[in-house]
Protein backbone atom coordinates (compact mmCIF):
# COMPACT_ATOMS: atom_id res chain seq x y z
CA UNK A 1 0.00 0.00 0.00
CA UNK A 2 1.20 3.73 -0.88
CA UNK A 3 -0.35 6.60 0.47
CA UNK A 4 -0.47 9.92 -1.37
CA UNK A 5 -1.49 13.64 -0.59
CA UNK A 6 -3.88 15.67 -1.84
CA UNK A 7 -2.54 18.81 -3.78
CA UNK A 8 -4.45 21.76 -4.59
CA UNK A 9 -3.81 23.31 -8.11
CA UNK A 10 -4.73 26.58 -8.81
CA UNK A 11 -6.79 26.84 -6.21
CA UNK A 12 -9.21 24.68 -7.65
CA UNK A 13 -8.37 21.58 -8.57
CA UNK A 14 -7.45 18.70 -6.17
CA UNK A 15 -4.81 15.98 -7.72
CA UNK A 16 -3.19 12.79 -6.29
CA UNK A 17 -0.25 11.32 -8.24
CA UNK A 18 -0.22 7.66 -9.01
CA UNK A 19 2.59 5.24 -8.93
CA UNK A 20 5.05 5.02 -11.21
CA UNK A 21 5.21 1.83 -11.54
CA UNK A 22 2.14 1.28 -12.52
CA UNK A 23 1.95 3.67 -14.53
CA UNK A 24 4.78 1.71 -16.47
CA UNK A 25 3.59 -1.76 -15.88
CA UNK A 26 0.03 -0.71 -17.78
CA UNK A 27 2.02 0.91 -20.32
CA UNK A 28 0.08 4.42 -19.42
CA UNK A 29 1.10 8.10 -21.10
CA UNK A 30 0.11 11.65 -20.30
CA UNK A 31 -3.50 11.84 -21.45
CA UNK A 32 -4.16 8.11 -20.90
CA UNK A 33 -7.74 7.40 -19.40
CA UNK A 34 -8.56 5.79 -16.62
CA UNK A 35 -11.96 5.06 -14.43
CA UNK A 36 -12.12 6.14 -10.80
CA UNK A 37 -15.50 4.85 -9.03
CA UNK A 38 -16.61 5.86 -5.91
CA UNK A 39 -17.64 2.28 -3.97
CA UNK A 40 -20.34 2.69 -0.97
CA UNK A 41 -17.69 2.28 2.04
CA UNK A 42 -16.31 6.07 0.24
CA UNK A 43 -13.27 4.04 -0.99
CA UNK A 44 -12.20 5.05 -4.76
CA UNK A 45 -11.26 1.98 -6.97
CA UNK A 46 -8.97 3.08 -9.51
CA UNK A 47 -8.93 1.29 -13.07
CA UNK A 48 -7.84 0.86 -16.54
CA UNK A 49 -10.04 2.58 -18.98
CA UNK A 50 -12.35 0.29 -20.79
CA UNK A 51 -11.39 -0.03 -24.06
CA UNK A 52 -13.82 1.73 -26.81
CA UNK A 53 -16.42 -0.28 -28.27
CA UNK A 54 -17.46 0.50 -31.58
CA UNK A 55 -20.78 2.02 -31.08
CA UNK A 56 -23.65 0.78 -33.12
CA UNK A 57 -26.28 3.99 -33.61
CA UNK A 58 -28.22 2.32 -36.26
CA UNK A 59 -28.97 -1.18 -38.12
CA UNK A 60 -31.36 -1.87 -41.06
CA UNK A 61 -32.75 -5.56 -41.17
CA UNK A 62 -34.09 -7.18 -44.20
CA UNK A 63 -37.57 -9.01 -42.48
CA UNK A 64 -38.09 -11.48 -44.94
CA UNK A 65 -34.59 -13.32 -44.16
CA UNK A 66 -35.73 -13.47 -40.27
CA UNK A 67 -39.39 -13.49 -40.00
CA UNK A 68 -39.40 -16.39 -37.27
CA UNK A 69 -36.73 -14.58 -35.00
CA UNK A 70 -38.03 -10.53 -35.89
CA UNK A 71 -39.08 -10.13 -32.25
CA UNK A 72 -35.72 -11.25 -30.62
CA UNK A 73 -33.51 -8.95 -33.24
CA UNK A 74 -35.45 -6.30 -32.41
CA UNK A 75 -35.41 -7.11 -28.52
CA UNK A 76 -31.28 -7.61 -29.18
CA UNK A 77 -30.53 -4.46 -30.57
CA UNK A 78 -33.10 -2.11 -27.88
CA UNK A 79 -30.88 -3.89 -25.36
CA UNK A 80 -27.23 -3.02 -27.06
CA UNK A 81 -28.50 0.61 -27.05
CA UNK A 82 -29.35 0.87 -30.84
CA UNK A 83 -31.10 3.81 -31.38
CA UNK A 84 -32.25 3.58 -34.69
CA UNK A 85 -34.21 0.67 -36.19
CA UNK A 86 -35.35 -0.07 -39.97
CA UNK A 87 -36.84 -2.93 -40.93
CA UNK A 88 -37.70 -3.57 -44.70
CA UNK A 89 -39.37 -5.80 -46.87
CA UNK A 90 -38.13 -6.32 -50.59
CA UNK A 91 -42.04 -7.26 -51.42
CA UNK A 92 -44.49 -5.74 -48.97
CA UNK A 93 -44.57 -5.53 -45.26
CA UNK A 94 -47.40 -8.02 -44.24
CA UNK A 95 -50.39 -7.17 -41.73
CA UNK A 96 -48.81 -9.92 -39.34
CA UNK A 97 -45.32 -8.85 -39.34
CA UNK A 98 -46.55 -5.29 -39.05
CA UNK A 99 -48.47 -6.39 -36.05
CA UNK A 100 -45.53 -8.68 -34.79
CA UNK A 101 -43.56 -5.34 -35.05
CA UNK A 102 -45.95 -3.31 -32.91
CA UNK A 103 -46.23 -5.59 -30.54
CA UNK A 104 -42.60 -6.15 -29.72
CA UNK A 105 -42.25 -2.33 -29.66
CA UNK A 106 -44.93 -2.14 -27.29
CA UNK A 107 -42.27 -3.56 -24.65
CA UNK A 108 -39.56 -1.53 -25.46
CA UNK A 109 -39.49 1.90 -23.16
CA UNK A 110 -38.78 4.96 -24.94
CA UNK A 111 -39.12 3.54 -28.49
CA UNK A 112 -41.92 4.94 -31.14
CA UNK A 113 -42.30 4.17 -34.93
CA UNK A 114 -40.85 7.10 -36.74
CA UNK A 115 -41.58 6.36 -40.50
CA UNK A 116 -43.93 3.92 -42.13
CA UNK A 117 -44.61 3.05 -45.38
CA UNK A 118 -45.73 -0.39 -47.82
CA UNK A 119 -41.78 -1.99 -47.28
CA UNK A 120 -40.40 0.22 -44.90
CA UNK A 121 -40.87 0.79 -40.94
CA UNK A 122 -38.19 2.95 -39.15
CA UNK A 123 -38.32 2.85 -34.95
CA UNK A 124 -36.67 5.17 -32.88
CA UNK A 125 -35.24 4.89 -29.58
CA UNK A 126 -35.83 8.26 -27.62
CA UNK A 127 -35.60 6.51 -24.21
CA UNK A 128 -32.59 8.80 -21.75
CA UNK A 129 -30.88 5.36 -20.20
CA UNK A 130 -29.18 8.00 -17.33
CA UNK A 131 -32.16 8.58 -16.03
CA UNK A 132 -33.71 4.98 -15.35
CA UNK A 133 -32.89 3.82 -11.45
CA UNK A 134 -33.40 0.23 -11.70
CA UNK A 135 -34.51 0.05 -7.99
CA UNK A 136 -37.22 2.37 -8.89
CA UNK A 137 -38.06 -0.10 -11.81
CA UNK A 138 -38.07 -2.90 -9.61
CA UNK A 139 -39.77 -1.56 -6.81
CA UNK A 140 -42.86 -0.45 -9.18
CA UNK A 141 -42.79 -4.27 -10.60
CA UNK A 142 -43.80 -5.58 -7.05
CA UNK A 143 -46.36 -2.98 -6.63
CA UNK A 144 -48.15 -4.05 -9.75
CA UNK A 145 -47.52 -8.07 -8.81
CA UNK A 146 -48.80 -7.03 -5.38
CA UNK A 147 -51.75 -5.07 -7.52
CA UNK A 148 -52.51 -8.54 -9.22
CA UNK A 149 -52.68 -10.34 -6.29
CA UNK A 150 -55.02 -8.21 -4.52
CA UNK A 151 -56.66 -8.68 -7.84
CA UNK A 152 -57.06 -12.15 -8.02
CA UNK A 153 -57.53 -12.69 -3.73
CA UNK A 154 -61.23 -10.29 -4.58
CA UNK A 155 -62.65 -11.36 -7.77
CA UNK A 156 -60.48 -11.91 -10.92
CA UNK A 157 -60.41 -8.79 -13.10
CA UNK A 158 -58.48 -10.47 -16.60
CA UNK A 159 -58.90 -7.05 -18.13
CA UNK A 160 -56.36 -5.18 -15.32
CA UNK A 161 -54.55 -8.39 -14.96
CA UNK A 162 -53.22 -8.21 -18.58
CA UNK A 163 -52.81 -4.90 -18.85
CA UNK A 164 -50.69 -5.67 -15.42
CA UNK A 165 -48.54 -8.11 -17.15
CA UNK A 166 -47.91 -6.45 -20.24
CA UNK A 167 -46.54 -3.45 -18.10
CA UNK A 168 -44.54 -6.04 -15.62
CA UNK A 169 -43.31 -7.09 -19.32
CA UNK A 170 -42.27 -3.57 -20.26
CA UNK A 171 -40.33 -3.07 -17.50
CA UNK A 172 -38.30 -6.37 -17.21
CA UNK A 173 -36.79 -5.25 -20.57
CA UNK A 174 -35.90 -2.37 -19.52
CA UNK A 175 -33.71 -3.93 -16.67
CA UNK A 176 -31.99 -6.13 -18.93
CA UNK A 177 -31.05 -3.45 -21.05
CA UNK A 178 -29.68 -1.05 -18.51
CA UNK A 179 -28.01 -3.73 -17.31
CA UNK A 180 -26.56 -4.98 -20.43
CA UNK A 181 -25.15 -1.34 -21.12
CA UNK A 182 -23.81 -0.75 -17.53
CA UNK A 183 -21.45 -3.82 -18.30
CA UNK A 184 -19.25 -1.70 -20.02
CA UNK A 185 -20.36 1.58 -19.18
CA UNK A 186 -19.23 2.60 -15.48
CA UNK A 187 -21.58 6.11 -15.74
CA UNK A 188 -24.27 4.26 -16.65
CA UNK A 189 -23.27 1.52 -14.00
CA UNK A 190 -23.43 4.53 -11.22
CA UNK A 191 -26.89 6.15 -12.76
CA UNK A 192 -28.88 3.18 -12.69
CA UNK A 193 -28.74 2.75 -8.83
CA UNK A 194 -26.80 -0.69 -9.15
CA UNK A 195 -23.86 -0.37 -6.08
CA UNK A 196 -21.96 -2.74 -7.12
CA UNK A 197 -20.50 -4.65 -10.49
CA UNK A 198 -20.87 -7.78 -9.00
CA UNK A 199 -24.52 -7.73 -7.84
CA UNK A 200 -25.49 -7.71 -11.31
CA UNK A 201 -26.74 -11.20 -11.95
CA UNK A 202 -28.57 -10.63 -8.56
CA UNK A 203 -30.47 -8.06 -9.81
CA UNK A 204 -31.07 -10.05 -13.11
CA UNK A 205 -32.53 -13.01 -11.49
CA UNK A 206 -35.00 -10.97 -9.51
CA UNK A 207 -36.33 -9.12 -12.41
CA UNK A 208 -36.63 -12.02 -14.21
CA UNK A 209 -38.26 -14.51 -11.60
CA UNK A 210 -40.86 -11.22 -10.82
CA UNK A 211 -42.01 -11.51 -14.68
CA UNK A 212 -41.80 -14.99 -14.50
CA UNK A 213 -44.34 -14.83 -11.35
CA UNK A 214 -46.72 -12.07 -13.39
CA UNK A 215 -46.74 -14.63 -16.00
CA UNK A 216 -48.24 -17.16 -13.56
CA UNK A 217 -50.72 -14.94 -12.41
CA UNK A 218 -51.89 -13.99 -15.60
CA UNK A 219 -52.25 -17.48 -16.17
CA UNK A 220 -54.15 -18.42 -13.11
CA UNK A 221 -56.27 -15.54 -13.68
CA UNK A 222 -57.35 -16.84 -17.20
CA UNK A 223 -57.75 -20.06 -15.65
CA UNK A 224 -60.57 -18.97 -12.78
CA UNK A 225 -62.43 -16.96 -15.54
CA UNK A 226 -63.66 -20.54 -16.80
CA UNK A 227 -63.62 -22.72 -13.33
CA UNK A 228 -63.61 -22.05 -9.73
CA UNK A 229 -61.66 -23.49 -6.99
CA UNK A 230 -61.96 -23.78 -2.98
CA UNK A 231 -62.34 -19.72 -2.27
CA UNK A 232 -60.99 -20.03 0.98
CA UNK A 233 -58.52 -21.92 0.56
CA UNK A 234 -57.67 -19.83 -2.59
CA UNK A 235 -57.43 -17.06 -0.43
CA UNK A 236 -54.94 -18.24 2.16
CA UNK A 237 -52.72 -18.81 -0.11
CA UNK A 238 -52.60 -16.64 -2.51
CA UNK A 239 -52.66 -13.73 0.56
CA UNK A 240 -49.24 -16.13 1.82
CA UNK A 241 -47.68 -15.01 -1.36
CA UNK A 242 -49.10 -11.64 -1.40
CA UNK A 243 -47.11 -11.30 1.83
CA UNK A 244 -44.01 -12.60 0.71
CA UNK A 245 -44.17 -10.39 -2.06
CA UNK A 246 -44.74 -7.16 0.00
CA UNK A 247 -41.45 -8.59 2.62
CA UNK A 248 -39.19 -8.77 -0.54
CA UNK A 249 -40.45 -5.06 -1.48
CA UNK A 250 -39.96 -3.96 1.43
CA UNK A 251 -35.55 -5.15 2.02
CA UNK A 252 -35.24 -3.64 -1.73
CA UNK A 253 -36.23 -0.62 -0.64
CA UNK A 254 -34.51 -0.32 2.56
CA UNK A 255 -31.27 1.88 2.53
CA UNK A 256 -28.83 0.70 3.64
CA UNK A 257 -30.24 -3.28 2.98
CA UNK A 258 -31.67 -4.58 6.29
CA UNK A 259 -31.35 -8.14 7.19
CA UNK A 260 -33.72 -10.28 5.67
CA UNK A 261 -34.88 -12.96 6.69
CA UNK A 262 -36.31 -16.17 4.30
CA UNK A 263 -39.16 -18.04 4.22
CA UNK A 264 -38.26 -21.03 6.89
CA UNK A 265 -38.31 -24.67 6.23
CA UNK A 266 -41.60 -25.25 8.00
CA UNK A 267 -43.31 -22.14 6.27
CA UNK A 268 -42.81 -23.57 2.65
CA UNK A 269 -43.84 -27.00 3.82
CA UNK A 270 -46.93 -25.46 5.13
CA UNK A 271 -47.63 -23.41 1.90
CA UNK A 272 -46.64 -26.78 -0.23
CA UNK A 273 -49.22 -28.71 1.95
CA UNK A 274 -51.99 -26.26 1.19
CA UNK A 275 -51.31 -26.56 -2.63
CA UNK A 276 -51.21 -29.80 -2.80
CA UNK A 277 -55.19 -30.18 -1.33
CA UNK A 278 -56.15 -27.93 -3.98
CA UNK A 279 -58.72 -29.94 -6.23
CA UNK A 280 -57.74 -28.15 -9.40
CA UNK A 281 -53.96 -29.36 -10.73
CA UNK A 282 -53.40 -26.73 -13.41
CA UNK A 283 -54.02 -24.25 -10.64
CA UNK A 284 -51.80 -26.06 -8.20
CA UNK A 285 -49.28 -26.08 -10.75
CA UNK A 286 -49.04 -22.50 -11.34
CA UNK A 287 -49.06 -21.86 -7.50
CA UNK A 288 -46.45 -24.25 -6.64
CA UNK A 289 -44.37 -22.26 -9.81
CA UNK A 290 -44.81 -18.77 -8.00
CA UNK A 291 -43.68 -20.21 -4.56
CA UNK A 292 -40.18 -21.35 -6.22
CA UNK A 293 -40.24 -18.24 -7.85
CA UNK A 294 -40.64 -16.38 -4.90
CA UNK A 295 -37.89 -18.45 -2.97
CA UNK A 296 -35.24 -17.48 -5.94
CA UNK A 297 -36.33 -14.21 -5.13
CA UNK A 298 -35.16 -14.41 -1.40
CA UNK A 299 -32.05 -16.54 -2.05
CA UNK A 300 -30.80 -13.78 -4.34
CA UNK A 301 -31.99 -11.01 -1.53
CA UNK A 302 -30.00 -12.60 0.65
CA UNK A 303 -26.85 -13.06 -1.05
CA UNK A 304 -27.35 -9.71 -1.60
CA UNK A 305 -27.53 -8.48 2.40
CA UNK A 306 -24.64 -11.39 3.19
CA UNK A 307 -22.57 -9.81 0.27
CA UNK A 308 -22.89 -6.05 1.62
CA UNK A 309 -22.13 -7.51 4.96
CA UNK A 310 -19.20 -8.84 4.13
CA UNK A 311 -17.64 -5.97 1.92
CA UNK A 312 -18.60 -3.95 4.76
CA UNK A 313 -16.83 -5.70 7.44
CA UNK A 314 -19.57 -6.41 9.48
CA UNK A 315 -18.94 -10.80 9.75
Known amino acids: MQRRKIQLIAGTTYTVSLPKEWITK ?16 NTLQIALGLPKEKKISSISVEVDEHIHNLSQILLTAYYMGIENITLFSKKELSKEVKAKIRRTISYMSGTEIQYEDKQKITIRVLLDITKVDIMQVLYRIFLIIDSSLSN ?15 EIDRLYHLIAKIISLSLTNPELLHSSGIKDLSLIPQYFLISKRLENIADEIEKIALHLSKKNIEASQKKKILSFIKQEIGKEAVFLKSTPLSSFMKLSEDQLETIKSSISKLK ?23 NMFFYRQIIDGKM
Open 26 to 41: NNLKAKSEIVINEKQD
Open 152 to 166: LIDAPDITEIKLNEN
Open 280 to 302: NQLIAEHLEDIVRYIVDIEEELA
